[in-house]
């Protein structure tokens, strides 16, 4: 969902800005639960052909920004690829992840990862 939202945030801002996501976690090629391919419907967003993919060296590499949502996945990248360090960027505050839980708990972690991606991009890309 960060994904897409930090695009959304960026269309009308900035052209030519490339955004990515992955994993510490994701499994290749899952696809986006129901309950975030409705939330983020409801604003306009379409996920539904969205495979997830595991944190990689070469996607870090291409990145100038690796933003996490959740401190302790800093930690883990910061563990598992050093060459992460200088790039790495962390929302104001933690966001958990609402998977496997309902669709109030998606629209929950959807509209705190607006307001964050909202601040942190203002800061930082626009």
Not at 2 to 22: K, M
Not at 30 to 37: G, L
Not at 101 to 117: N, P, V, W
């Amino acid at each position: 969902m960060g994904a897409s939202l930090l695009r959304l945030l960026s269309e009308s801002r900035v052209a030519g800005v490339a955004i990515d996501s992955a994993g510490v976690r994701a499994e290749l090629g899952a696809r986006a639960a129901d309950e975030a391919i409705l939330v983020m419907g409801e604003l306009g967003i379409d996920i539904s052909s969205h495979a997830s993919k595991p944190v990689t060296s070469e996607l870090l590499r291409w990145a100038d920004y690796v933003v996490v949502v959740e401190k302790t996945v800093g930690k883990e990248l910061k563990e598992q690829f050093g060459e992460v360090d200088r790039k790495l960027y962390a929302l104001a505050s933690d966001v958990s992840d609402p998977f496997p839980g309902s669709t109030a708990e998606y629209r929950k972690a959807r509209d705190q990862l607006h307001e964050l991606l909202l601040l942190w991009s203002e800061a930082f890309l626009f």
